[in-house]
T-cell receptor, first 114, second 114 residues
């Protein structure tokens, strides 16, 4: 079992550009959540996808959007990048049908906006 | 809004001593409280969790206590070892029979000195 995998691991973008980050959930999981972790801070919830729909959303602007595919993998898109978007982006997967909601995290994508 | 406060932000102990990290949550609907350990450059990993119908849970050297009335929960690590050095995050979530978004604390950097 490969666990949760994210790509790419590192990325450098210029202000104003757009970026797409990818996540493959743990085998058997159907729910994907995205978090932004700034340096020295706890992860902040961006949104969660289940059955290819955004189910919950945190306090992030519309520049942040996502998608979930039929195979449960997910993408996070960020438009019009700002310097403040530099962070570690974490994907977490879980299984919606169980009350046990343990979330498994990927290793993250380190995004640097210059 | 939903908020989790975590203290202390840094904690230094001697090997063999105990370490205690405390968190307070604001959303009374929260019913799931996981603790994650994040080593430098690595993904957050679940070390223990507790649900709101339980007051205490123990797993070898790690224990978590929950006081629902006061909205407090704590992580206790006994007989600390140098490999316990990492950043620890508490989190709170409201879970039905599906996954819920995790609200994280700011993290505690634990240093265990040999």
């Amino acid at each position: 079992d490969a666990g949760v995998t994210q790509s790419p691991t590192h990325l450098i973008k210029t202000r104003g550009q757009q970026v797409t980050l990818r996540c493959s959930p743990k085998s058997g999981h159907d729910t994907v959540s995205w978090y932004q972790q700034a340096l020295g801070q706890g992860p902040q919830f961006i949104f969660q996808y289940y059955e290819e729909e955004e189910r919950q959303r945190g306090n992030f602007p519309d520049r942040f959007s996502g998608h979930q595919f039929p195979n449960y993998s997910s993408e996070l898109n960020v438009n019009a990048l700002l310097l403040g978007d530099s962070a570690l982006y974490l994907c977490a997967s879980s299984l919606a049908s169980r009350e046990d909601t343990e979330a498994f995290f990927g290793q993250g994508t380190r995004l640097t906006v210059v | 809004g939903e908020n989790v406060e975590q203290h202390p932000s840094t904690l230094s102990v001697q090997e063999g001593d105990s370490a205690v990290i405390k968190c307070t949550y604001s959303d009374s609907a929260s019913n799931y409280f996981p603790w994650y350990k994040q080593e430098l450059g690595k993904r957050p990993q679940l070390i223990i969790d507790i649900r709101s119908n339980v007051g205490e849970k123990k797993d070898q050297r790690i224990a978590v206590t929950l006081n629902k009335t006061a909205k407090h929960f704590s992580l206790h690590i006994t007989e600390t070892q140098p490999e316990d050095s990492a950043v620890y995050f508490c989190a709170a979530a409201e879970v039905y029979n599906q996954g819920g978004k995790l609200i994280f604390g700011q993290g505690t950097e634990l240093s265990v000195k040999p």
